[in-house]
Every structure is written in structure tokens, then in C-alpha cells.
């Protein structure tokens, strides 16, 4: 009898100490764990904001920098000018290629820029073009030009390479020819606007008697020395003597 007493007694001892809960919790159930965030104060706000504030500000300062950087790194070289002893020749121009980087953006720039300037008629535009929005960016294209102007000596044809040397810096080439092929503007321009580059066809690209003088003596000195032949003395002088004659 003793001993059956002792057995019940036991039983809910051992129960309890096996199964004893988390103070609160209900039995049988896992711990909750719960994670606290802390909320940040106005003034960790303020000073989070006023950081990425200061970070965006020195961002764009440096950013301007390189672009400042970039624009006074410029130069214009210019290897032939001969567009300048043809004053009143030329009605029209016609965009013959336009090669290199961004080809699109700079066709319709071109384009613009020459329209606005209203010094010659502009034969070829962006929106006669076919697939202009297949053209990759280092692709060229040559835009298609009316036969009635490929032999017109009153037609200027005007190509353009354009070269990205970085994100900012920019190398251009302008050539200028006539109906025949010959060149009569050639030059290469580094970071220069469109407006710098494109003077000669965009405003009145005339030639001073001054240096009518010097190119007209220079060709004399060219002919004695029978580099260049009458006829082709005589072909150059022609326009210059006009100039430096004033008719």
C-alpha cells in the first residue's frame, strides 16, 4: 500500500519537469522569437538625408568638372580651306556621309544647324531617310542624293566623322567637296561645338583681301617654280583676283 501511494505521487513530479512551459507561454508551443527595430530620431533622419545630400552634390561637382575639363581640351585643325575662294558659287549642299559615333543624333544636328543657318538649300534630311533606326552607332551611311545634284557645280557635299574617344571627349572630321570630288574644306576638330565646326557652311565663310593676297602670291610662286601649270594658276588666281579686287 506504501508503495502505490509513493507511485502516484511520483508521476505528476515527472510530468511536470518534463513538460514545464516558458513563463507566459502555452504548453507545447515554440518559443516566439520577436525583433525589435529601432525607429530612427528626427535628427538620424536629418543627418542621413543632409549625407546623401552632400554625396549627390559632390557627385555632380565632379561630373562637371570632367565636362569643364573635356571642353577646354579643344583644338581645330584645319588642313585645306579653299571654300573661301568661291564666294556666291555654291547654292545647295548636299550631306553625302556621315560616319562613327551616334550617327542619327548627328546627321539631325547637321541637318538643323544647316536649315537654320538658311545659307544653302538643303537637299537631303533625316526624315527622307529609310531604316534610320537601324543604323547602329558605329555604322556610316551615305543618304541618297538626287542625280540632278551630283554633277551640279553649284552643290557643295559635305561628310563627317565623328569619333568618342571618352564619355566626354569627342574628335571630329569635316570634308567639303565639289561636284568633281575635289576637296575644298578639310579639317579636324576635338571637342568643338557644331557650330564652331560647321562655320563654313553655316555662315558667310568669306576669304579677306589679305589673305586672298597671300594665297594669290603664293600660287605665283608655285608657277615659276612649275609645280602647278598655267591653266591651273590661272584656274585659282581667277576667283582670288575677285576678291582682293573687290568685283
Given at each position: 500500500?506504501?508503495?502505490?501511494?509513493?507511485?502516484?505521487?511520483?508521476?505528476?513530479?515527472?510530468?511536470y519537469s518534463q513538460s514545464k512551459p516558458v513563463f507566459g507561454q502555452p504548453i507545447g508551443q515554440q518559443p516566439i522569437k520577436v525583433e525589435v527595430t529601432k525607429t530612427p530620431t528626427?535628427?538620424?533622419s536629418f543627418n542621413e538625408g543632409y549625407k546623401e545630400m552632400l554625396l549627390e552634390k559632390n557627385a555632380k561637382a565632379t561630373e562637371t568638372n570632367t565636362i569643364?575639363?573635356?571642353?577646354?581640351?579643344?583644338?581645330e585643325k584645319i588642313y585645306i580651306?579653299?571654300?573661301?575662294?568661291?564666294?556666291n558659287k555654291f547654292k545647295s549642299i548636299a550631306i553625302k556621309k556621315v560616319s562613327g559615333y551616334a550617327v542619327i543624333t548627328n546627321f539631325e544636328t547637321i541637318c538643323k544647324e544647316i536649315k537654320n543657318a538658311k545659307k544653302y538649300t538643303l537637299i537631303n534630311e533625316i526624315d527622307k531617310i529609310q531604316g534610320k533606326n537601324d543604323i547602329n552607332k558605329n555604322e556610316?551611311?551615305?543618304?541618297?542624293?538626287?542625280?540632278?545634284?551630283?554633277?551640279?557645280?553649284?552643290?557643295?557635299?559635305?561628310e563627317?566623322?565623328?569619333?568618342?574617344?571618352?564619355?566626354?571627349?569627342?574628335?571630329?572630321?569635316?570634308?567639303?567637296?565639289?561636284?568633281?570630288?575635289?576637296?575644298?574644306?578639310?579639317?579636324?576638330?576635338?571637342?568643338?561645338?557644331?557650330i564652331e565646326m560647321l562655320r563654313p557652311v553655316t555662315t558667310e565663310y568669306r576669304m579677306t583681301t589679305e589673305e586672298a593676297k597671300n594665297i594669290l602670291i603664293k600660287l605665283k610662286e608655285y608657277f615659276d617654280l612649275g609645280i602647278i601649270s598655267q591653266l591651273e594658276y590661272e584656274n585659282k588666281a581667277s576667283p582670288l583676283k575677285k576678291i582682293l579686287l573687290n568685283f
Open positions: 500500500m506504501k508503495k502505490i501511494i509513493i507511485f502516484f505521487f511520483t508521476i505528476p513530479l515527472i510530468s528626427l535628427a538620424e569643364s575639363n573635356a571642353l577646354n581640351n579643344n583644338y580651306d579653299l571654300l573661301k575662294s568661291y564666294p556610316y551611311f551615305e543618304p541618297t542624293i538626287n542625280d540632278l545634284y551630283k554633277n551640279d557645280s553649284t552643290t557643295l557635299f559635305l563627317w566623322t565623328r569619333e568618342a574617344l571618352s564619355e566626354y571627349d569627342r574628335i571630329t572630321r569635316l570634308i567639303i567637296k565639289n561636284n568633281k570630288g575635289e576637296s575644298l574644306f578639310q579639317a579636324e576638330y576635338k571637342n568643338k561645338s557644331f
